[in-house]
């Protein structure tokens, strides 16, 4: 009996308690969560750290290592972490709608003008281009001036008053270009095709301000012979050259 009892005791001297180390190590896990949470905390993407932390919640099974009052909600609904704020919805009257409608009412002025240009066979003397500062309408001088004057001519005002009520329909800025041939010109009132330029498309701009266009809107320039669209070699080419612009500016 004596020989049985001591191999008893030395068998439970073997098989020492450990089941304490359970819930050490369950401890060492919550903490490792809760570090984890903390760094990811630092970070400033909400939604990473939301979805960091409902994975942890999955991975244990428990409620959140964060104390709550709702008996074990996920940590997103109880998370103190502000939500990313939605999208502000377009604005009707933002900048980009307004440009797109900006650019609609110049496209509507520009066939408008065209169909006025079909209408009165004015081809040959007026024509349209769509540039990128804007719509330019090009008038050739031979129905606007007289030579070496800068006076208009009575017969192209009814063409001009129609230009007016055309631009009037639209806000946009207008520059007003004076442009000759490269012939010279040296009188008491033009010394140079500078000032016959620059003249011709001053008495543009008043005419338009005396049919209510806004002088805020116009501005003059003149080119002289030093802007031409095709070189001075032909009768033809100096008459086109001879020229005056509007350009209606896009916003």
Partial sequence: MARHKRHSNHHEEEHIDETWLIPYADLLTLLLALFIVLFAMRSEDSSK???MMKSLYKAFNTVSVFDTDSGGQTPSNNSSTPKPKPEPEPDPDSD????SEDEKNLQEFMKNMQQYIDVNNLEAEIYLTDMQEGIQITLKDSIIFDSGSDKLLANFTPILDNIANMLQTIDNSIIVEGHTDNKP????QFPSNWELS???ALSVVHYLQSKNI????LR????????PI?????????????????IVLRK
């Fill in 49 to 51: 750290m939301d979805a």
């Fill in 96 to 99: 980009t709608d307004q440009v």
């Fill in 185 to 188: 010109i040296s009188t008491s």
């Fill in 198 to 200: 620059g003249g011709r």
């Fill in 214 to 217: 806004d002088p805020n809107r």
């Fill in 220 to 227: 003059y320039t003149g080119y002289g012979e030093f802007k």
């Fill in 230 to 246: 095709f070189p001075n070699d032909t009768n033809e080419h100096r008459e086109a050259n001879r020229r005056v612009n509007f």
